[in-house]
């Protein structure tokens, strides 16, 4: 059973599939990437490499960033339940290149513990561990540079009106009409007053004025949502702006209560009902 906030991307690359009505075969023909891995990268048997979400996206005229926002918080918990799930019959995921074959691994841990499960018998123990630990730092690396925000702030700028389109993921740092730079503080909670503002009349916590963003990363469109969701009794745990388990657990509440698909993925349907 995957965690949440993997399960939230496979649903989204699943949905982007089915609604572009394009097979398998015409996926892999745009992007490059085999049949046989969109299989189970759609399947969740494999974690999809950056590259190719970023073809999918582009491919059925999907957001890039939003899909690449919810990719990273895949690709960590993918990465730290990794060693766990290695051993004797897992299948190695797959970079997926159509007409390669499908031996590469998707993070250098994954290929040091392959590496080592192959070990020839006259290869030493202590070579292995060496090239473990370089693989590990080297993914250490990877880490920090993917952890970087996003177009350089997210939702820095001047103040956008409710309802108007939005290409930003949801780890913005700023808000369009907030109380500045978002910085995460462990232990650091945030007061909720909503009320009803602005010409759409909607609910409105005042951190953020998204009707569209996608939430995956920390920021204040997680706070807002985190506001929005105890204002409906829908308990999302502490309003501290990181989109955790407690907090995935009340969206797919909402969404049941509201008709929609209880998936935890909150996108612009989610926020119509959140905002009121």
Same mark, same amino acid.
């Given at each position: ?11 989204? /690359? ?9 097979? /398998? ?106 090239? %473990? ?95 929005? /969701? ?20 009340? %969206?797919?509440? /909402? ?22």
């Amino acid at each position: 059973m995957h965690d949440q906030r993997v399960r939230q991307l496979f649903v989204q /690359l699943r949905r982007l599939k089915d609604r572009s009505g394009m097979s /398998l075969t015409s996926l892999a023909a745009k992007t490059g990437y085999s049949r046989s891995s969109w299989e189970r990268y759609l399947n969740g048997k494999a974690l999809p490499p950056r590259q190719a979400v970023e073809d999918l996206a582009r491919a059925t005229g999907a957001d890039v960033a939003r899909l690449l926002a919810l990719h990273e918080v895949a690709e960590e918990v993918w990465q730290q339940r990794a060693p766990a799930l290695a051993g004797p019959g897992q299948e190695a995921a797959a970079d997926g290149r159509a007409g390669e074959p499908d031996q590469r691994p998707d993070d250098p841990e994954q290929g040091a513990t392959a590496m080592a499960a192959e070990r020839p018998p006259g290869v030493r123990k202590p070579v292995v561990l060496v090239a %473990v630990v370089l693989a590990a730092l080297l993914g250490t690396g990877i880490g920090i540079l993917i952890g970087l925000p996003l177009g350089g702030g997210g939702d820095a700028g001047p103040p956008t009106a409710q309802g108007t389109p939005s290409a930003r993921p949801s780890g913005s740092t700023t808000a369009s009409a907030g109380p500045g730079r978002y910085v995460f503080r462990p232990g650091r909670t945030y007061p909720c007053k909503v009320r009803r503002s602005g010409a759409a009349g909607g609910l409105s916590a005042g951190y953020s004025t998204t009707r569209t963003a996608v939430l995956a990363g920390p920021g204040w469109d997680v706070v807002e949502a985190q506001c929005l /969701l105890r204002h409906r009794k829908m308990d999302p745990g502490v309003v501290d702006g990181v989109y955790g388990q407690q907090t995935i657990a009340a %969206v797919m509440r /909402l969404q049941k209560q509201a008709g929609l698909p209880a998936d935890g993925v909150v996108g612009p349907h989610t926020w119509q009902v959140l905002r009121g």
